[in-house]
């Protein structure tokens, strides 16, 4: 789709403003970006049919965006875009992924360097060629080099968030067509897995070449690895590989559980098929020359004497066993989350990209909520106009006063106040506790030197744990999924720590999806609690739900485990 290509343009051309530390601008962009990744129509659709009206309908894109969208759709190029390239002739979206660097720095390194893109980032790095520049410093060549490494072991791989929304675009399209009887995602994707290899998606169908031709042929295709009778393979735009199943109804679900994967998974269930003397492959179960299931996974499942598995489950991870012995979990679903409590508003904000807590409050109703929790920064993060405790306390009389319009009302919704503080060096918060106490709860993160020794780490970790104002760790191992590895942390003792205190750990649902999956299943089997929240910076993030939700389902969590599954008077008492 033209959505991606020119979503990637408008996050360039916020990067390259942010050199010249333009306000406000860089922000539109950005908005105008996510806007139309996760716009379900394509927007030269929507152009052709309704004209520059219609594209300035588009939430998130004003006069300006539909301009560039417009000389995009008519030219092939957005010419500000083009200038800005000629003068800084980077591989910016590359280079940017690097930990610490940001695009202000990517011009010095190009500038004294001639920097380029990673290799010759790299290059320089291990030149020591970094270190003398200024604003740089050995530190930060090094912490190059670790990002650099980083970045080179999680090669092309995508992130969950960024490729769903277009997955879902072309699975509507495919479902849309009227030679497709049923259409479904399949591999990692379907498993929810925090990064995706390449997009799959399974297709019943009796013209499977028309539906091959439509495949190869949608908007953003820029390569056609293979497109055969079953069989198609596409390189898109947005940089990533997908594949296309069709099948028979007859072998949907033994197609759908055998390209859902995971590959140990169908391992395992295929041993178990031979066990029983039954042969399991793609297109059905077998006894002998007879097919005996395949039409739907349920089915197949049965046939080997298993329950249903989720599909976030397959891992061969212990779920085969826990399937045969009944003691599957019943995952936590996204219609059992009852509230958000990590939600930054516009009070902390610098740059004029926040929203009010009205429009918070609003979306969060939407969206079924029966509370939110306002949870702006606090004092020592600079990046934001982070709130000191006189402005804290201000904002708890707006935000009661708030309430008490929803009591009036008759509404039965809640406006939580909290607070995300900063754990500092030593282990202290940020924010003298008195004020803290008079909030409804307080999230607790580390912000600022992540790089620490890990006794040292968990010192300051269990300092802040102890606080007894402090109720929730936020993003409790530091990671960024493709950007940046966990600090150095003692899972267990944090664990220990977690039910010593009665401190709750977070799921984040941003790219953070910290914790990680693994993580989530020692805490649910120790009994710690966790919360799912989207770290939201604006109302469009609360949608980022859906993913701290299947992190929480890969690893295994219960509703019973996540306390936002809870009323807001029974969350409110399981704090501290
Ligand atoms: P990815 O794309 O790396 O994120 O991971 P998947 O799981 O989507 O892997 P992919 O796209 O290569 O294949 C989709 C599914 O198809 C995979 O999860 C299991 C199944 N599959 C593919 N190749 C094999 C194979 O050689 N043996 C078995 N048993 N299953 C396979
Ligand atoms: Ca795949
Ligand atoms: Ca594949």
């Known amino acids: 789709m033209k959505n991606q290509e020119i979503a990637k343009i408008f996050n360039e051309i916020a990067r390259f403003l942010q050199i010249d530390r333009v306000a406000f601008k860089p922000y539109a962009y950005e908005k105008a970006a996510f806007s139309l990744e996760s716009l379900k129509s394509d927007v030269s659709e929507i152009y052709v049919n309704g004209g520059r009206k219609a594209l300035e309908e588009i939430p998130g894109i004003g006069k300006a965006m539909s301009d560039h969208i417009e000389e995009y759709l008519k030219t092939g190029k957005v010419k500000i875009y083009e200038e800005f390239k000629k003068k800084l002739p980077v591989q910016m979206d590359e280079l940017v992924r690097v930990e610490g660097l940001g695009p202000r720095k990517v011009k010095v390194l190009y500038q004294k360097l001639g920097v380029k893109n990673l290799k010759d980032l790299e290059k320089a790095a291990k030149k020591h060629q970094i270190t003398h520049l200024f604003g740089f410093g050995e530190t930060t060549e090094k912490n190059i080099l670790q990002g650099v490494e980083f970045l080179k072991q999680n090669k092309g791989r995508s992130l969950l968030q960024d490729i769903m929304p277009v997955a879902r675009g072309v699975l509507q399209k495919l479902e849309g067509l009227k030679e ?23 297709v019943v169908s009796k013209d499977s070449k028309k539906v091959m031709d439509f495949f190869v042929s949608l908007p953003g295709v820029k390569k056609i ?23 028979q109804a007859k072998s949907y679900g033994a197609a759908l559980q055998y390209f859902t994967g995971s590959q140990d998974h169908n391992i395992a269930t295929r041993r178990i098929a031979i066990d029983k003397g039954l042969k399991l492959s793609e297109y059905g179960i077998f006894k002998g020359p007879k097919m005996i299931a395949g039409d739907t996974e349920e089915k197949i499942y049965k046939a080997i004497n298993l329950p249903y ?32 409590l990590h939600i930054h508003s516009n009070w902390e904000d610098k740059e004029g990209e926040k ?15 029966e509370y939110i929790g306002i949870s702006d920064h606090t004092k020592d993060l600079k990046v934001e106009k982070s709130l000191n405790e006189k402005q804290l306390l201000e904002q708890n009389k707006y935000i009661k006063n708030l309430n008490s319009k929803f009591k009036i009302q008759n509404l039965k919704f809640r406006i939580l106040h909290g607070c995300e503080a900063n754990i500092r060096k030593d282990g202290s918060i940020d924010v003298d506790d008195e004020v803290l106490a008079q909030l409804d709860y307080v999230i607790a993160g580390v912000h600022s030197i992540h790089k620490m020794e ?14 007894p104002n402090v109720d929730i760790l936020a993003h409790p191992t530091g990671r960024i999924v493709n950007q940046r590895d966990e600090y150095q942390v003692n899972f267990d003792r944090m664990l220990k720590l977690a039910k010593e205190t ?72 399981s704090l501290k």
């Open 355 to 369: 929203d009010s807590i009205e429009v918070l409050v609003k979306k969060a109703m939407d969206l079924g909520y």
């Open 454 to 467: 890990k006794k040292e780490m968990m010192a300051r970790i269990e300092k802040a744990m102890k606080n």
């Open 225 to 247: 690895w293979g497109k055969g009778k079953t069989k198609a393979s596409v390189h898109m735009a947005g940089g990533f590989d997908m594949d296309l199943r069709v099948v």
């Open 180 to 202: 497709v009887e049923k259409a479904s995602l399949a591999g990692s994707l379907r498993r929810r897995k925090e990064t995706i290899g390449d997009v799959d998606f399974l």
């Open 502 to 573: 009665s401190t709750i750990l977070e799921i984040n649902s941003s790219s953070r999806l910290d914790l990680r999956d693994f993580y989530i299943r020692r805490a649910k089997a120790e009994g710690v609690k966790m919360i799912i929240n989207t770290d939201a910076h604006q109302k469009e993030q609360l949608n980022l739900m859906e993913y701290g939700v299947s992190q929480a389902r890969r690893g295994w969590a219960e509703k019973s485990d996540i306390i936002n599954t809870l009323s807001v008077e029974d969350l409110l008492k």
């Open 309 to 340: 598995i989720e599909p976030e489950l397959r891992e061969n991870n212990g779920e085969i066993e826990a399937a045969l012995q009944g003691k599957l979990p019943i995952l936590v679903q996204l219609k059992d989350i009852k509230g958000d």
